[in-house]
């Protein structure tokens, strides 16, 4: 493969943010800060540890990618601005291939104008997909973890679990054979990251907001440290699909918690605030449910409790609950 | 390896940048814009392809793959503020030497005082660095490979060759015997990025910057094709150290060529600002030398020619020229 002409052919014709006053042709990319902050992250996927070939189609690898960064922009309550892609490419993918893997990032990437402003490509043994996103946010309304407080209400987007639905589906070898399994299968391979709804919100003075990568058994424990509260998760109000239920029921209400990579969006928000968040996300066509609040601000042990069938048990950041654990 | 418990360990304990709104322990970093343009590229550096652990030791491997990312902010005239690691880790590597890693960025950081904001941390089969850096740099001052203009001088910092030098001894095996081995050994494991160089020159109105990745007949080629002009290299002119000509006298033309990984810079100013490059390279402590010129602008073939022994031949960006090619 030869490297320059296949930068040419990933190279965009033009860029979206006028914000880019340098896009991919030298040494680095430039971009002119307009109002607000600027916000970063960067998350690397490889191949046989966080994708295969046997799941995921080449388009797949590169929206999934894109998309597990962009998830963490929204739960920053940032937009989306621009990407840069590092590739390690092995012998055995062709060129074509590497050709859909940015396609799939560029479908996603035009849904939001997001622009890919640089990247490097560096040959390896193994396939792996480092993107670094830049977002933008008005001047302090970043959206940290560390913002709940006492009295709050929590609440997630979408259903939950059924990435790990589509993946042990895929996983399975069978072919898929109901409309079920097509939604499940489709929410692990193109997760769509809830950036409307985030940044819609950017009207609320205070929100803390955690995308579930790990499921929300660990994201809600990482708001309880970083907040230093106590997350009390009414079990029943926790949302899931008729599409995961169905397919898979001894399944599912672990998923639920530690299914992980549904980049849904856990947050926390002043009670009055509810109606806010509500009507934003209907606005954006995201389900948006309450699943529990927050109390004991200041708490010595901040943790994160489940509340199941009329009992209390703590629930650890792997989605087991304490009392589990001890082998009830 | 707890990931966790690692990320704790190369967590920064402050943050030098007043910029830095949220560094490391959110989704991502938040920073605030001050005057003036950012600058950003993502480099990635691979075990057994970019280096080996036979020629590097860990703390090496982070100074070099930072520096090469830092040697990209050099060449666009910015200041570097921040980076970002995202490491793909092999099971046979221990804690202690990725902190070594780590400690060999955070030492070169250090310097220039670039904060680490954020990363990710994987595993997969083969050891592999990608850094994001993000610099500054005073509006429309970028300096981009397409300013070179007809008239300009052109001229490279630093010596070239050495590190190809430094490589091709440590895989010779042999023990370091004599301070001209150390010196190359050293050219190869810790380049030096021409940070202050560069930003140094923001008072020239225009100046075209390239880094030496690949080697100036690389470099020099892409400054012709992006600034559409021909450039002149004088053979004679182009600087070696003493060590690299007496280590290696077989190779040393050669590898000032096409060695790479120098990261000095390579660059074209108006004659008239030529005092004011070397001057600024002295109170650098930078050897700055004058190596050729440009002409022809708006050439229909932009293209590299090479005076030597008075004779005129096509650099090829490979190194070679073009009659050797054809079999001179």
Known sequence: MDEFSFIRSIQPKFYRQSSVIKGIS???????????????????????????????????IGWRVLAAN???????????????????????????????????????????????????TVAGKELSLTVTVIGSVAKDKARYRSHAQSGDLLFVTGTLGDSRGGLEYLLSGQAACSKAHDYLIRRHRTPEPRITTASSLSSLQRIALNDVSDGI???????????????????????????????????????????????????TVPEKDWPTVEKTAESAGVRVTKIGYVQNMRSPSPCVWLDKDGRRERLAASGYTHLKEEGE
């Open 217 to 267: 058994a660990s994201e809600a424990n990482e708001i309880a440290e970083a907040s230093q509260v106590e997350v009390i998760i009414n079990h029943e109000a926790v949302p899931y699909s008729e599409a995961l239920s169905t397919c898979y029921p001894d399944h599912y209400q672990a998923w639920m918690f530690s299914g992980g990579e549904d980049f849904e969006l856990l947050g």
């Open 26 to 60: 030298d040494d680095a990319a430039v971009i002119r800060p307009v109002d607000g902050d600027f916000v970063t992250a960067v998350d690397t996927m490889v191949e046989g540890v966080h994708f295969t070939r046997e799941t995921m189609e080449p388009e797949h």
């Open 70 to 120: 962009l998830s963490d922009l929204a739960a920053m309550g940032s937009t989306p601005r621009f990407y840069m892609v590092s590739i390690t490419v092995p012998r055995c993918w062709s060129e074509k291939e590497l050709q859909s893997v940015y396609r799939g990032m560029k479908q996603l990437a035009d849904k939001y104008a997001v622009d890919l402003i640089g990247g490097d």
